[in-house]
T-cell receptor
């Protein structure tokens, strides 16, 4: 069973970088690593995904360990609107496996 | 920007009644999913659907649940006889053809069983 492990919660000061870690030691070679976030009372929103190489987009960066057993989502400058639950997810075959997520609090 | 839409946003039903939750996936997407989230808990997988058949389903998706793509645009989740523990947010998602694509989630339907 594919599983991810994330800290339950993290805090960050506004306008500072945030590094959200995820362990996924059971990942297989073809599983993509996705990150989604969920604001209160909303559906999960795509943030970024990758397979082996580090990835950047307008929202965030994704750093994937060489052995692929862990990854880190990097928000370069946290804003108050980034306060959400962040999920590290496997995409494997027919489903996206959600973990319990990290609740990010951004302090003004 | 294309989006997944779900209706209704909130449904209240009596225990034992049938409910149908509706979803309109993004038009050129081929893979469809239902997830649920009980209040305060994590997002749980229910079922995935491709090429007009179920690809995978979880233990939660028992005989009381069914999915259908009746007209090539809608994607529905039916719960035949609702129980109190079915109260949750239900999210529909869809993704495109290639494996390396993200899923787009709808805003959810809040189902309350009384």
């Amino acid at each position: 069973d594919a599983k991810t492990t994330q800290p339950n919660s993290m805090e960050s000061n506004e306008e500072e970088p945030v590094h959200l870690p995820c362990n996924h030691s059971t990942i297989s070679g073809t599983d993509y690593i996705h990150w989604y976030r969920q604001l209160p009372s909303q559906g999960p929103e795509y943030v970024i995904h990758g397979l082996t190489s580090n990835v950047n987009n307008r929202m965030a960066s994704l750093a994937i360990a060489e052995d692929r057993k862990s990854s880190t989502l990097i928000l370069h400058r946290a804003t108050l609107r980034d306060a959400a639950v962040y999920y590290c997810i496997f995409h494997t075959g027919n489903q996206f496996y959600f973990g319990t997520g990290t609740s990010l609090t951004v302090i003004p | 920007e294309p989006e997944v839409t779900q209706t209704p946003s909130h449904q209240v039903t009596q225990m034992g009644q049938e409910v149908i939750l509706r979803c309109v996936p993004i038009s050129n997407h081929l893979y469809f999913y239902w997830y649920r989230q009980i209040l305060g808990q994590k997002v749980e997988f229910l079922v995935s659907f491709y090429n007009n058949e179920i690809s995978e389903k979880s233990e939660i998706f028992d005989d009381q649940f069914s999915v259908e793509r009746p007209d090539g645009s809608n994607f529905t989740l039916k719960i035949r006889s609702t129980k109190l523990e079915d109260s949750a947010m239900y999210f529909c998602a869809s993704r495109g053809r290639r494996m390396n694509t993200e899923a787009f989630f709808g805003q959810g339907t809040r189902l309350t069983v009384v």
